[in-house]
C-alpha cells in the first residue's frame, strides 16, 4: 500500500486517528482543535473530520498543513517510511503480498576520481550544471586511457550502491559497477519526508531538476530496463505523486508508461518540457518557473475510459443548439418525409420487430433508401431472401415504378455502387462471421449502417436449453461492434406468437431473451391493417411504424400512420400515397403502357 492508498484509508477514521495524535484537543464544528503539532492546547491547528476533506490539517500558526500522514510525521517526529509503518500498524493493515526474498548485490569499492576539474567540469557545466549541483551529487573526474570519465556514484541510505562511469566525448562509452543492484540517483538529497518526486531517464536530467528545486531521481540503465524498481520498491512507497520526466520519445514515451503501470498510474503522471529531456531544456534558457510549471500542468496517465464529464460540454451543447454546419445523424426519413423525432445515431443500436406478414422488412427496406438519400452507407444481411429478390423490391422503391425500363434500373445499379453491399449468404450465418465481414466493411468501405435480418438467420438458437444466454450473448456483440466502429446496427426481430394481429406487436412481445429489447438503444414495431387488394379505399391508413423506446433521443413513443402503394412497394404519410423518385433520371421511366 503506497502512500496515497495508506492516506484515504486513514480520511476514513480521521476522527479517530486526529484524536490518537493530539490527545490533549477537542472537537469543534466537525474539526479536531489543538495548538499545535506537539498537541498544546490551542486552536491554531485544526483537522478536518468530514467530507470531502476529511483528513486535511493545517496549522495557521506555523503555515504547515497536510494529510494525516504528513501529521503522524510531524506529531512522532519521525520519517515518512516511519510514519507509515505505525500507521498501517495502527489500522491494523497488512501489506497483501509476503516480503520476499531479496538478491544480494555486490557493493562496489569507492570509485578512484576526484572532484571534477578539468574535462568532466567543463562538460557538465556546459550543460547548464552549477557547480553547488555538481557537488550536492557528488559526481568525480576520473583518467583512464586517455579518456575523461564523469563518476555518477548512487548513494542510498549513506552507502555507495552503484557507480555510472560516462566517458565525456562519447555517450556510448558508459559503464555501470559489475554486479551492483540497480537503484535510482539521487536518493541522498531526497527528504525523508518528502511525498512528490520526479524520475528521470537520465542522472543530468535528474541534476536538472534538483537544480531548479523540484526533487528528483534518475533511474540507472535508461527507458526500457526497470530493474530498479524492486530494489527501491518499499522507497518509493511513500511518495503520492510521481512525476515521469522520461525523453520525450518512442522508447521514453513507451517506458514512462510502463513504469505508471507498475507504481500505480493513479499517482503517476508523464511529464513534457517541450524538448527532448529536462537538461536540453535547461540549455534551452528555461528557467525555474517553467520547469515547475510543466510539471504541475502534466497530466495523469488516466484510463482511456475515464473521462472527466467537462470534456463532453462542447458536444452537449452542440445538441442543444446545433451550428448550420455540424454534422447531423442521418433522420427516420419515409418518402420525401423526414421525422426530426428520430435519428439513427451512429454507436446505436435498434430492434424492429412486427408479426410475420405485416410488412416489417419491406418497411425497413424503404426506410434504408430514406438513410442512403442522406448519404450513408448500408449493408444488408437477409438469411430468408436472395440478394436479387433483395433488390428487385428495392428498384421498385427506388424508382417510383411497378416496372422501370433497363435504362432507369441501370441507373438504380450505378446509385447503389456506393451506397449498398449485401452480403451473399442464404440461409443461417454465424453471427461472429457476420461481425467480422461488418468490421471489415466498415472500415474498408466505411459503410455505417448494417442490417441483420433476422436473428433466427444466425446461428444463434431460438429456443432450447441455452438460447436465452446465447440471445443475450449475441446482442451484446452486436451493441459492442455498433459502439467501439461508431456505426448503427438494425436487427429485425421476431414477435411471440399473439391471439390475434389486431394491434402492433410492443417492446416486451419480441420473441426470446428480454435482453434483445433491453441491450438495443431504440425498438419499433411494424403493424398493418391487412387490407384486400379488391378492397375500396377507405381513406384509413393502411400500416403504422411504432417507436417503444429511444435511450438518446428525447421522444420516447411515437406512432406514425403510413400509406401504401401496392405498386411501387412505397410507403408515405399521407392518404395520396405519391410515388416518390430516389434516382433522378432523364430516360423514360417505365415501359409504354406500363404503371408507375
Same mark, same amino acid.
Given at each position: 500500500?503506497?502512500?496515497?492508498?495508506?492516506?484515504?484509508?486513514? @480520511?476514513?477514521?480521521? /476522527?479517530?486517528?486526529?484524536?490518537?495524535?493530539?490527545? /490533549?484537543?477537542?472537537?469543534?464544528?466537525?474539526?479536531?482543535?489543538?495548538?499545535?503539532?506537539?498537541?498544546?492546547?490551542?486552536?491554531?491547528?485544526?483537522?478536518?473530520?468530514?467530507?470531502?476533506? @476529511?483528513?486535511?490539517?493545517?496549522?495557521?500558526? /506555523?503555515?504547515?498543513?497536510?494529510?494525516?500522514?504528513?501529521?503522524?510525521?510531524?506529531?512522532?517526529?519521525?520519517?515518512?517510511?516511519?510514519?507509515? %509503518?505505525?500507521?498501517?500498524?495502527?489500522?491494523?493493515?497488512?501489506?497483501?503480498?509476503?516480503?520476499? +526474498?531479496?538478491?544480494?548485490?555486490?557493493?562496489?569499492? %569507492?570509485?578512484?576520481?576526484?572532484?571534477?576539474?578539468?574535462?568532466?567540469?567543463?562538460? #557538465?557545466?556546459?550543460?547548464?550544471?552549477? &557547480?553547488?549541483?555538481?557537488?550536492?551529487?557528488?559526481?568525480?573526474?576520473?583518467?583512464?586511457?586517455?579518456?575523461?570519465? &564523469?563518476? =555518477?556514484?548512487?548513494?542510498?541510505?549513506?552507502?555507495?550502491?552503484?557507480?555510472?562511469?560516462?566517458?565525456?566525448?562519447?555517450?556510448?562509452?558508459?559503464?555501470?559497477?559489475?554486479?551492483?543492484?540497480?537503484?535510482?540517483?539521487?536518493?541522498?538529497?531526497?527528504?525523508?519526508?518528502?511525498?512528490?518526486?520526479?524520475?528521470?531517464?537520465?542522472?543530468?536530467?535528474?541534476?536538472? *531538476?534538483?537544480?531548479?528545486?523540484?526533487?528528483?531521481?534518475?533511474?540507472?540503465?535508461?527507458?526500457?530496463?526497470?530493474?530498479?524498481?524492486?530494489?527501491?520498491?518499499?522507497?518509493?512507497?511513500?511518495?503520492?505523486?510521481?512525476?515521469?520526466?522520461?525523453?520525450?520519445?518512442?522508447?521514453?514515451?513507451?517506458?514512462?508508461?510502463?513504469?505508471?503501470?507498475?507504481?500505480?498510474?493513479?499517482?503517476?503522471?508523464?511529464?513534457?518540457?517541450?524538448?527532448?529531456?529536462?537538461?536540453?531544456?535547461?540549455?534551452?534558457?528555461?528557467?525555474?518557473?517553467?520547469?515547475?510549471?510543466?510539471?504541475?500542468?502534466?497530466?495523469?496517465?488516466?484510463?482511456?475510459?475515464?473521462?472527466?464529464?467537462?470534456?463532453?460540454?462542447?458536444?452537449?451543447?452542440?445538441?442543444?443548439?446545433?451550428?448550420?454546419?455540424?454534422?447531423?445523424?442521418?433522420?427516420?426519413?419515409?418518402?420525401?418525409?423526414?421525422?426530426?423525432?428520430?435519428? =439513427?445515431?451512429?454507436?446505436?443500436?435498434?430492434?424492429?420487430?412486427?408479426?410475420?406478414?405485416?410488412?416489417?422488412?419491406? #418497411?425497413?427496406?424503404?426506410?434504408?433508401?430514406?438513410?442512403?438519400?442522406?448519404?450513408?452507407?448500408?449493408?444488408?444481411?437477409?438469411?430468408?431472401?436472395?440478394?436479387?429478390?433483395?433488390?428487385? $423490391?428495392?428498384?421498385?422503391? @427506388?424508382?417510383?415504378?411497378?416496372?422501370?425500363?433497363?435504362?432507369?434500373?441501370?441507373?438504380?445499379?450505378?446509385?447503389?455502387?456506393?451506397?449498398?453491399?449485401?452480403?451473399? #449468404?442464404?440461409?443461417?450465418?454465424?453471427?461472429? %462471421?457476420? *461481425?467480422?465481414?461488418?468490421?471489415?466493411?466498415?472500415?474498408?468501405?466505411?459503410?455505417?449502417? =448494417?442490417?441483420?435480418?433476422?436473428?433466427?438467420?444466425?446461428?444463434?438458437?431460438?429456443?432450447?436449453?441455452?438460447?436465452?444466454?446465447?440471445?443475450?450473448? @449475441?446482442?451484446?456483440?452486436?451493441?459492442?461492434?455498433?459502439?467501439?466502429?461508431?456505426?448503427?446496427?438494425?436487427?429485425?426481430?421476431?414477435? $411471440?406468437?399473439?391471439?390475434?394481429?389486431?394491434?402492433?406487436?410492443?417492446?416486451?412481445?419480441?420473441?426470446?431473451?428480454?435482453?434483445?429489447?433491453?441491450?438495443?438503444?431504440?425498438?419499433?414495431?411494424?403493424?398493418?391493417?391487412?387490407?384486400?387488394?379488391?378492397? +375500396?379505399?377507405?381513406?384509413?391508413?393502411?400500416?403504422?411504424?411504432?417507436?417503444?423506446?429511444?435511450?438518446?433521443?428525447?421522444?420516447?413513443?411515437?406512432?406514425?400512420?403510413?400509406? =401504401?402503394?401496392?405498386?411501387?412497394?412505397?410507403?408515405?404519410?399521407?392518404?395520396?400515397?405519391?410515388?416518390?423518385?430516389?434516382?433522378?433520371?432523364?430516360?423514360?421511366?417505365?415501359?409504354?403502357?406500363?404503371?408507375?
Amino acid at each position: 500500500m503506497n502512500a496515497a492508498e495508506l492516506s484515504t484509508a486513514m @480520511a476514513a477514521r480521521a /476522527a479517530e486517528i486526529a484524536q490518537y495524535l493530539l490527545p /490533549a484537543g477537542k472537537k469543534v464544528s466537525g474539526e479536531w482543535k489543538a495548538g499545535n503539532v506537539q498537541g498544546d492546547a490551542g486552536q491554531s491547528l485544526s483537522v478536518r473530520l468530514t467530507g470531502a476533506k @476529511a483528513g486535511v490539517w493545517r496549522d495557521f500558526a /506555523a503555515g504547515d498543513g497536510g494529510d494525516l500522514l504528513d501529521l503522524w510525521t510531524r506529531c512522532r517526529a519521525v520519517s515518512l517510511a516511519d510514519a507509515m %509503518r505505525e500507521a498501517k500498524q495502527y489500522l491494523g493493515i497488512r501489506d497483501s503480498a509476503p516480503p520476499r +526474498e531479496r538478491r544480494s548485490y555486490r557493493r562496489p569499492q %569507492r570509485p578512484s576520481c576526484r572532484p571534477p576539474k578539468a574535462g568532466a567540469h567543463a562538460w #557538465l557545466t556546459s550543460r547548464g550544471l552549477t &557547480a553547488e549541483t555538481i557537488e550536492a551529487f557528488k559526481v568525480g573526474e576520473a583518467e583512464r586511457d586517455g579518456k575523461t570519465y &564523469a563518476v =555518477f556514484p548512487y548513494l542510498r541510505d549513506g552507502e555507495l550502491i552503484n557507480a555510472k562511469h560516462r566517458n565525456v566525448s562519447d555517450k556510448r562509452d558508459m559503464r555501470q559497477e559489475k554486479d551492483a543492484e540497480p537503484c535510482l540517483f539521487g536518493w541522498h538529497l531526497i527528504d525523508p519526508r518528502q511525498r512528490t518526486v520526479a524520475i528521470t531517464e537520465g542522472e543530468l536530467d535528474a541534476m536538472t *531538476l534538483h537544480q531548479v528545486g523540484i526533487p528528483a531521481l534518475s533511474v540507472n540503465a535508461g527507458a526500457g530496463n526497470h530493474q530498479w524498481i524492486e530494489s527501491d520498491w518499499d522507497r518509493l512507497e511513500r511518495f503520492s505523486e510521481i512525476a515521469l520526466c522520461f525523453d520525450d520519445d518512442e522508447p521514453g514515451r513507451k517506458g514512462a508508461t510502463e513504469v505508471a503501470k507498475r507504481l500505480g498510474i493513479e499517482r503517476c503522471k508523464i511529464v513534457t518540457f517541450g524538448a527532448k529531456d529536462a537538461n536540453e531544456r535547461l540549455q534551452q534558457g528555461a528557467e525555474r518557473v517553467d520547469f515547475k510549471e510543466a510539471i504541475h500542468t502534466a497530466k495523469p496517465l488516466d484510463p482511456e475510459e475515464l473521462v472527466a464529464a467537462s470534456a463532453f460540454i462542447g458536444s452537449v451543447k452542440a445538441l442543444f443548439y446545433p451550428a448550420p454546419t455540424d454534422d447531423h445523424p442521418p433522420l427516420l426519413k419515409v418518402g420525401d418525409t423526414a421525422c426530426d423525432w428520430f435519428a =439513427f445515431r451512429p454507436s446505436e443500436f435498434t430492434v424492429i420487430t412486427g408479426i410475420n406478414g405485416h410488412g416489417k422488412s419491406l #418497411l425497413h427496406g424503404y426506410l434504408m433508401l430514406g438513410l442512403m438519400s442522406q448519404g450513408e452507407r448500408v449493408c444488408v444481411f437477409s438469411g430468408e431472401m436472395k440478394p436479387q429478390e433483395v433488390l428487385k $423490391r428495392l428498384v421498385k422503391q @427506388a424508382t417510383g415504378a411497378n416496372r422501370p425500363t433497363a435504362g432507369y434500373i441501370d441507373a438504380v445499379g450505378a446509385w447503389l455502387v456506393d451506397r449498398m453491399w449485401i452480403l451473399d #449468404l442464404l440461409g443461417s450465418a454465424p453471427i461472429d %462471421r457476420l *461481425l467480422e465481414v461488418f468490421r471489415y466493411g466498415a472500415k474498408r468501405y466505411g459503410i455505417t449502417q =448494417f442490417v441483420i435480418d433476422s436473428l433466427m438467420m444466425t446461428d444463434v438458437p431460438e429456443d432450447g436449453a441455452g438460447a436465452f444466454s446465447a440471445q443475450k450473448e @449475441a446482442v451484446q456483440k452486436i451493441a459492442a461492434f455498433a459502439k467501439r466502429h461508431g456505426v448503427h446496427v438494425h436487427l429485425i426481430a421476431h414477435p $411471440r406468437k399473439a391471439s390475434d394481429e389486431s394491434k402492433a406487436p410492443g417492446k416486451l412481445d419480441v420473441s426470446g431473451s428480454s435482453r434483445i429489447t433491453d441491450a438495443a438503444d431504440n425498438v419499433f414495431s411494424v403493424w398493418s391493417a391487412r387490407k384486400e387488394d379488391a378492397d +375500396e379505399d377507405d381513406g384509413k391508413p393502411d400500416a403504422l411504424l411504432e417507436l417503444h423506446k429511444q435511450r438518446n433521443g428525447d421522444v420516447q413513443h411515437r406512432k406514425l400512420w403510413l400509406y =401504401f402503394n401496392p405498386a411501387c412497394q412505397q410507403y408515405a404519410t399521407t392518404s395520396q400515397r405519391r410515388a416518390a423518385s430516389f434516382v433522378p433520371y432523364e430516360g423514360a421511366p417505365v415501359t409504354a403502357g406500363g404503371a408507375v
